[in-house]
């Protein structure tokens, strides 16, 4: 039906005609340019600027960098060595002190830079772990090694922390592991609980995601997720979304108490109806920004579970992993994830990733979490 609403439509659309596709939303500012997805950002408050290499084109080479100046240089963080793993020659040794496959970096409310690495479970157990480094000195400031957590299944996706506590989620099982960050002691729990267990495959354009390697569809478990910022509660997902919470009071207790650990199913409360997901933010206010894999939209939840859209842009092709910065901007990698390697493309063709690879920033109005990160 023809309305008042489709006369407003033309006129914005004549307004922003300017931009090269109608559907181009002028708030979006370009943040950096590169030749190889990056699944994920994040800043310091001076304004560096750090990256997760994701080689879901087939390349190899560096996992995490930091860009340098205006030409946006890639430079490995902290060094070569840690990016130099070799999967066929390096050791059992060289597992613990490599990336080995980082998932996901942040810089976090203690300011320093904390990367994810799920490794490479059946043959380096050792090598699933969550490194900080000190940004001031560019070295390691402590490993947790957690693969007496993970055993050789359960591949660890990313990290939010809430004071002493971090949480991790890790989605090959579907599970969330509580962590101890004085005492490096940890636990995995909430292990293939409904909240924790994709129940349907990953979708992008409208597509269930195929694995390459098998064709078989890709299930992505427990994988997005955030603490809000009165340390209140934990927001955690599946890739193809649901996204559920429970009182981190709770998960902190599991830590050392085994009844806690096995009623925890029973604190855990639906959230939020959301689609698959590339990745998520969580502002000083507790929105939580999500983005939508099969829409090409960013939308974001407010506290009380009401949820906005706050942009929609062809150009926002698989948005994973998102980043609030000091200057009220979200940061967007549209990293085209499932036009990579990895994945089966509808006609079978492989790697239809279009460079460069663009990341976005957009003004929110909103800081970040002071929880979250510095
Ligand atoms: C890019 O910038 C870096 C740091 O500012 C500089 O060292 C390098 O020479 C520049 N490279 C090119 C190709 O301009
Ligand atoms: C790993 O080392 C082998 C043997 O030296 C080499 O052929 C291969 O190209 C290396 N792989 C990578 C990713 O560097
Ligand atoms: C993993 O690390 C633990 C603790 O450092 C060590 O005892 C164990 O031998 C290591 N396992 C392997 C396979 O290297
Ligand atoms: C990083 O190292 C510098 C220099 O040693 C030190 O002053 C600073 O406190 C360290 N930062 C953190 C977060 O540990
Ligand atoms: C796992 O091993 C680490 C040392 O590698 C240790 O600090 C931690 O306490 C262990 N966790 C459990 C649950 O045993
Ligand atoms: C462990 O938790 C249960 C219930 O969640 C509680 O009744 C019990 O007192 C706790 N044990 C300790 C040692 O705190
Ligand atoms: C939920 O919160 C939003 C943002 O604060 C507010 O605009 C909205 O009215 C609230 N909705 C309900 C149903 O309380
Ligand atoms: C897809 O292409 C690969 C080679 O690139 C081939 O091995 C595979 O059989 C093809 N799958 C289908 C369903 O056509």
Not at 223 to 251: A, C, N
Request: charged share 20%; net charge negative; proline share 5%.
């Amino acid at each position: 039906m023809l309305g008042p609403h489709v006369l407003f439509g033309l006129v914005l659309a004549f307004l922003v005609q300017a931009d090269i596709t109608k559907d181009h939303d002028p708030r979006l500012k370009t943040a950096v340019i590169l030749d190889t997805p990056t699944t994920g950002a994040s800043t310091t408050p001076e304004g560096r600027t750090f990256l997760k290499l994701a080689r879901i084109d087939g390349t190899t080479g560096s996992q995490i960098v930091e860009v340098i100046g205006n030409n946006y240089t890639l430079v490995p963080y902290p060094n070569d060595a840690w990016n130099s793993w070799n999967g066929s020659t390096d050791s059992q040794a060289d597992s613990e002190v490599k990336y080995v496959s980082a998932n996901a970096q942040r810089i976090g409310p203690d300011g320093r830079l904390w990367v994810i690495d799920s490794g490479s479970l059946a043959k380096f157990p050792n090598s699933s772990k969550l490194i900080s480094f000190n940004v001031t000195t560019n070295e390691v400031d402590r490993v947790y090694y957690l693969g007496n957590i993970t055993t050789t299944e359960g591949s660890i996706d990313d990290v939010r922390f809430n004071g002493k506590h971090a949480y991790l989620t890790e989605y090959t099982v579907g599970s969330i592991i509580v962590l101890d960050l004085e005492t490096g002691y940890a636990r995995r729990v909430l292990r293939e609980h409904k909240s924790t267990v994709a129940l349907m495959p990953l979708s992008a354009e409208g597509q269930f995601m195929r694995d390459s390697a098998t064709g078989l569809l890709k299930y992505i478990h427990a994988d997005q997720l955030e603490v809000s910022p009165d340390g209140k509660h934990f927001y955690y997902q599946p890739g193809i979304g649901y996204m559920w919470r429970i009182e981190t009071k709770y998960l902190n207790e599991a830590l050392h108490n085994d009844t806690t650990a096995d009623l925890l199913p029973n604190y855990v409360e639906p959230f939020s109806l959301t689609p698959s997901t590339g990745g998520t933010a969580i502002d000083a206010e507790g929105n939580v920004y999500y983005s939508d894999g099969d829409r090409q939209e960013i939308r974001y939840i407010a506290p009380n579970g009401t949820t906005n859209l706050l942009v929609c842009d062809s150009r926002l092709l698989w948005v994973d992993a998102m980043w609030i910065d000091t200057q009220q901007r979200l940061w967007m990698c549209a990293s085209q994830l499932n036009h990579g390697d990895l994945f089966m493309q509808p006609n079978n063709e492989s790697n239809t990733i279009k460079r460069p690879i663009y990341v976005y920033t957009i003004e929110i109005g909103h800081s970040p979490s002071p929880l979250d990160h510095a």
